[in-house]
């Protein structure tokens, strides 16, 4: 069953680096975002543009870290719904720290691969041969339903249960 609800993970690989992306997906992460990040100055979000401000933790009054956000309203983000990013440090405490605030605030951890295609279709792209993988790319950005071998099941087909991509517009 499909949840209408607000979801959390890191968008980046685990471990420490420069830039750490902390992605909410859902009905509330604009809220989310609003309750747990200040823009720098005067500035404010608009659509797809990097804005510099601080990532904060409403609850005690302090600042987590310098931090860029952005936001994908729906229906134009990967996932279809509103998307909201942290663009912070990439220290694997501070993300936590970061993912922890936005719990407390009403988004819920991420399943894994819950932000990506439907079942089936990162797995397809990810195993098989090179002439296999780019076949099944051009199917997942043909929303699953490009040319298949004959016989071969739609695996592109959205699975009850699971978030599904829809096409940026």
């Given at each position: 069953m499909y949840l209408?609800?607000?979801?959390?993970a890191p968008a980046t690989a685990p471990g420490r680096g420069a830039v750490a992306i902390?992605?909410?997906?859902?009905?509330?992460?604009?809220?989310i975002l609003s309750?747990?990040?200040?823009?720098?100055?005067?500035?404010?979000?608009?659509a797809r543009r990097l804005v510099l401000g601080e990532g904060i933790d409403p609850e005690r009054g302090i600042t987590l870290d310098r931090a860029m956000a952005v936001v994908?309203?729906?229906?134009?983000?990967f996932t279809g719904e509103d998307v909201a990013e942290l663009h912070c440090h990439g220290g694997p405490l501070l993300v936590r720290k970061i993912i922890s605030v936005a719990m407390a605030h009403g988004a819920r951890f991420a399943e894994p691969g819950e932000?990506?295609?439907a079942a089936g279709e990162l797995e397809e792209v990810a195993g098989g041969s090179p002439a296999e993988n780019a076949a099944?790319?051009?199917?997942?950005?043909?929303g699953g339903d490009g040319p298949?071998?004959?016989?071969e099941p739609d695996r592109g087909a959205?699975?009850?249960?699971?978030?599904?991509?829809r096409p940026e517009g």
């Open positions: 209408p609800d607000t979801i959390v902390v992605r909410l997906s859902g009905p509330r992460a604009l809220e309750a747990i990040w200040k823009p720098a100055g005067h500035s404010e979000l608009k994908f309203p729906a229906p134009h983000s932000y990506g295609l099944a790319s051009r199917r997942v950005l043909e298949r071998r004959q016989g959205a699975r009850p249960g699971r978030r599904t991509a």
